[in-house]
């Protein structure tokens, strides 16, 4: 065990736990950040994603002693109270089916969009293919994608 | 049914209204059965359980509406559109609803389940007549209020109106309506006063969802509970033997490491029924510790020794087995019309074909989990799953507690597909509760949900047809499959009643490996091997595919045959929309067409697959999809439920399997388990079919065609008929493109 101290959401917080714990269940269990969720644990499917220094990253591939020092936004952070264009973009479209692996969906294309404003449809395709989503809501994802970056644009 | 003409409806009363001591007035229902005469709905909002009533709407001082939502939400959108329902024939604006999931517990609610895409389907009446009672109750009040006849009311949006242009608000009148007697007779809207139904809404937890709010089954916590992570064997037909926990126990974090298993098999033994008693056979070690992390970390430092209990099974072998069934003679007649033996006998050319399909996990994206804690008072149970009914019934019997002391809480769920029709899962939770006496939440990762899942299990197929004189004499399908086949009406679906000549055959072998529903149960592969079999069939005697279809829709509609639950007019419909809509035959060159048709979980579907090939490979451009569900309640969900399950239907059939090595699932987790990703993705085109018959379900049936329209298209870029799945594993494109 051990301490660090973690910039979430522009808050500081301190937490006592193992080096090697994912931030994925800091997040979770200790800092009752309960948006993030655990799809696969290995990388392979986006649920987790947060932004780390505005950069899309998976949670459960980073250990907490990583993350020291570094920017956490979660979804929880992303706004206030929904009102960033990602988020109305996919209100606007209706895109959760199930909905568990939205907020990786949404952290992904804010960061996605966040470098590039004015993507073509390729490269939208591209930014988001990491992310799974078992109820296949892949028509509506794309589409709120592009809504988006007209709102942001 | 048709809707076109407004219904009366008198029957026993099938609801209750008590006024709550928090102001406003309670409407309590059971769905689908009448309320026992001696029950009373609860005066104070905090006391709903449900132990009489399935549904409840609350009607406030101010007029608002909160409707408890009664069926658990796994993504096919029913805690919205069902509360549609109720709020089209209360008549109250969109906005004044607020709609909460019920906590659910025992005894006497019914049909507290989602799958088989019926929920939908069952509640259309029902939930329509609670909303037109409780609104003629309030317009009852207000008519006594000004002393006229309620006949002299109007009522819309949640305002009653009297001649003298007089108005009072719903609120205004609940606590007298909260005192009238139940209406008998109420009449419900024409379709053409919809001002609901039929219109975009969006999903109700949409605002939590998009801001990370804590709703799915994992995000549950309380006060002290604590993490479990349970060992289970890593082959089917494998038991624990013994188990050393020295390294887990020290590890930080880690509370106790304690062995599960003797209350579910006790419970499961007298259950003969049971899908998942394959899961209970063993002893699991659970690593009980104060984080999930620490608690999985606990799990992999257990070092087990397992011994062998029934035989390890392999994928090779039940291909062997399956193809050796198919090929014998121990079959099942699920349906006989005419002689085909004869037909088969007095052909003049026979067209046969085998078609193979693997075992399938669902990957619900969120891992099984559950929350238990067993006091003395009570058993109190959080999580998703998509039978509670079921669930609380065997935890009573596990734990030999009466009914009423099971509290189940159902959870948003991510994701279903059937695998949260078993009640594996909560059994663990609860034998691990009543083991450590603190309130524990079970959490699988990936690695345990893939690994010892409910699978779909692997089927092949085998069919034929006899032709003479250039004509289709004989249809002859054979089933063989792991455990469990095709059942009920299924054999009576189409092509059934379309030939005078038919017949389905089945068998199975019994493995030790769970299997059980997955999305579209039963149907998901058989449409896609009748439906390649018809495009290859269709060639054969040289005929169009799409009017090979229309053709024997019309036998079907010359010789009515009762047994037949799907409408061969509805199915020419879909069809005739989905060529005009797909532009069927005219597209580019390079551009290759796919068609396929099927009616399950009682809405007919037709769908078109538009195919490029891109490197040699064969990529999906565009599907385009008819559907015939009756009356669309709420066409933004309805549309991702159809979109979801064409795409989620091209995926598993070109991309997934797991296959089994001396009981061991190859794959268990998504680096070595493939699902569809954005980048596989074709843009699916819907198209509904516009009347006014009762809605039927959206979840499943747009699932089983599609394979066959993506086959068939491939087959005309490529010239290669694929009949095993996946196909993108089993299609040798080198030899034949290029
Ligand atoms: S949980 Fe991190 S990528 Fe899947
Ligand atoms: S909405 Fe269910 S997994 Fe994406």
């Given at each position: 065990m051990a301490t660090f101290n973690l910039k979430i959401n522009n808050k500081k917080h301190t937490v006592e736990v193992d080096?090697?714990?994912?931030l994925l269940w800091v997040l979770r269990?200790?800092?009752?950040?309960?948006?993030t969720k655990f799809g696969?644990?290995?990388?392979?499917?986006?649920?987790?994603t947060v932004h780390v220094d505005g950069n899309a990253m998976r949670s459960c591939l980073l250990q907490v002693s990583q993350a020291e020092g570094m920017s956490i936004t979660t979804i929880e952070g992303l706004s206030e109270d929904g009102s960033h264009p990602v988020q109305q973009a996919w209100k606007e479209i209706d895109v959760?089916?199930?909905?568990?692996?939205q907020s990786g969906q949404i952290m992904t294309a804010s960061a996605f969009l966040n470098q590039n404003?004015?993507?073509?449809n390729s490269e939208i395709r591209d930014a988001m293919h990491?992310?799974?989503?078992r109820c296949a809501s892949y028509n509506s994802i794309e589409k709120a994608v592009k809504v988006a970056a007209d709102k942001i644009s | 049914m048709n809707l076109s003409k407004q219904q009366t409806f008198s029957r026993r009363s099938f609801l209750k209204t008590s006024a709550l001591a928090s102001g406003g007035m309670l409407i309590s229902f059971n769905l689908f059965t009448a309320c026992k005469s001696d029950v009373k709905p609860p005066i104070?909002?905090?006391?709903?359980?449900?132990?009489?009533?399935n549904a409840f709407i609350k009607i406030s001082d101010e007029g608002k509406v909160t409707i408890f939502s009664p069926n658990p939400e796994i993504g096919q959108g029913v805690k919205t559109s069902m509360p549609m329902l109720i709020a089209e024939e209360l008549d109250?604006?969109?906005?004044?609803v607020y709609i909460e999931q019920g906590v659910l517990d025992t005894e006497?609610?019914?049909?507290q389940l989602a799958g088989g895409s019926q929920s939908i389907r069952l509640g259309w009446e029902p939930l329509r007549q609670t909303g037109a009672t409780a609104k003629q109750m309030l317009v009852n009040a207000a008519a006594a209020k000004w002393g006229?006849?309620?006949?002299e009311c109007k009522a819309s949006q949640g305002v009653i109106t009297n001649p003298k242009g007089e108005t009072l608000g719903y609120g205004d009148v609940v606590k007298e309506a909260a005192l009238l007697d139940v209406p008998e007779d109420v009449k419900l809207k024409?379709?053409?006063?919809?001002?609901?139904?039929g219109k975009n809404t969006s999903n109700v937890d949409i605002d939590k969802i998009i801001t990370g709010k804590p709703l799915f089954g994992l995000d549950y916590k309380e006060e002290g509970m604590v993490y479990a992570s349970v060992l289970r064997p890593?082959?089917?037909g494998q038991v624990l033997e013994s188990f050393d926990d020295t390294a887990a126990r020290a590890l930080s974090g880690v509370i106790d490491v304690v062995v599960i298993g003797e209350k579910a098999r006790a419970h499961l033994e007298g259950d003969k029924?049971?899908?998942?008693?394959q899961l209970s056979k063993s002893d699991k070690v659970v690593v009980i510790a104060k984080t999930t992390w620490a608690a999985i970390k606990g799990k992999k430092a257990i070092k087990a020794v397992w011994k062998n209990d029934s035989e390890l099974e392999s994928t090779e072998s039940h291909d062997k087995i399956l193809l050796d069934l198919l090929n014998g003679e121990k079959f099942d007649t699920r349906r006989k019309d005419g002689n085909v033996k004869k037909a088969f006998a007095n052909a003049d050319k026979i067209l046969e074909r085998t078609y193979e399909s693997p075992f399938l996990p669902?990957?619900?994206?969120?891992?099984m989990n559950f929350f238990a804690n067993v006091t003395p008072e009570k058993v109190h149970l959080v999580g998703p799953v998509q039978t509670p009914e079921d669930a609380a019934k065997v935890v009573s019997n596990m734990l030999d507690?009466?009914?009423?002391?099971i509290h189940l809480e159902m959870t948003r769920m991510g994701?279903?597909?059937?695998?949260?029709?078993?009640g594996d899962f909560v059994y663990e939770a609860v034998e691990i509760a009543d083991k450590i006496k603190k309130p524990v939440k079970m959490v699988s990762t990936r690695e345990d949900d893939m690994t010892t899942g409910v699978y779909r299990p692997a089927i092949k197929y085998k069919i034929a047809a006899s032709i003479k004189d250039g004509k289709l004499t004989g249809y002859h399908l054979k089933e063989a499959a792991v455990n469990i086949n095709m059942y009920g009406l299924i054999p009576n679906f189409?092509?059934?009643?379309?030939?005078?000549n038919y017949q389905v055959d089945t068998v199975n072998y019994q493995s030790n490996i769970t299997t059980g529903a997955w999305?579209?149960?039963?149907t998901n592969f058989l449409a896609s091997a009748e439906q390649s079999f018809f495009d290859e069939l269709a060639e054969t005697l040289e005929v169009d595919r799409v009017q090979l279809h229309l053709d024997l829709l019309e036998n079907v509609k010359n010789n009515p045959?009762?047994?037949?639950?799907?409408?061969p007019e509805r199915l020419q419909g879909v069809i005739k929309m989905v060529v005009d809509k797909s532009n069927w035959g005219k597209t580019d060159p390079g551009v290759y067409q796919g068609f396929s048709v099927y009616y399950c979980h009682n809405t007919h579907v037709a769908e078109v697959a538009d195919i490029v090939m891109e490197n040699g490979n064969p990529v999906v451009k565009k599907v385009t999809c008819a559907v015939?569900?009756?009356?669309?309640?709420?066409p933004l969900g309805a549309l991702n439920q159809v979109k979801g399950g064409v795409i989620d239907g091209i995926g598993h059939t070109m991309y997934s399997e797991l296959a089994f090595k001396d009981g061991v699932p190859q794959s268990n987790n998504f680096n070595s388990y493939q699902l569809i990703r954005m980048g596989q993705t074709p843009q699916v085109d819907v198209h509904f079919v516009k009347n006014n018959i009762a809605p039927t379900g959206l979840?499943?049936?747009?699932?089983?065609?599609v394979g066959a329209a993506v086959a068939n298209a491939i087959y005309k870029a490529t010239g290669k008929r694929l009949t095993?799945?996946?196909?993108i594993s089993n299609m040798d494109l080198e030899k034949v493109v290029g």
């Open positions: 080096e090697d714990t994912p269990d200790h800092i009752d950040l309960v948006g696969c644990g290995i990388g392979q499917c986006g649920a987790c959760p089916q199930c909905g568990y692996c404003s004015n993507p073509s990491g992310n799974i989503c | 104070d909002i905090s006391q709903l359980n449900f132990n009489d009533f109250v604006p969109w906005d004044d006497n609610y019914t049909r006229i006849s309620p006949s024409d379709p053409e006063d919809f001002t609901i139904i890593p082959a089917f029924k049971s899908w998942t008693a669902h990957n619900c994206m969120e891992p507690r009466k009914l009423e002391d994701g279903g597909f059937g695998r949260r029709l078993y189409f092509p059934a009643a379309a030939l005078e999305r579209a149960p039963y045959e009762p047994n037949i639950e799907y409408s015939d569900c009756g009356v669309v309640v709420n979840g499943e049936p747009t699932l089983p065609p095993k799945q996946p196909y």
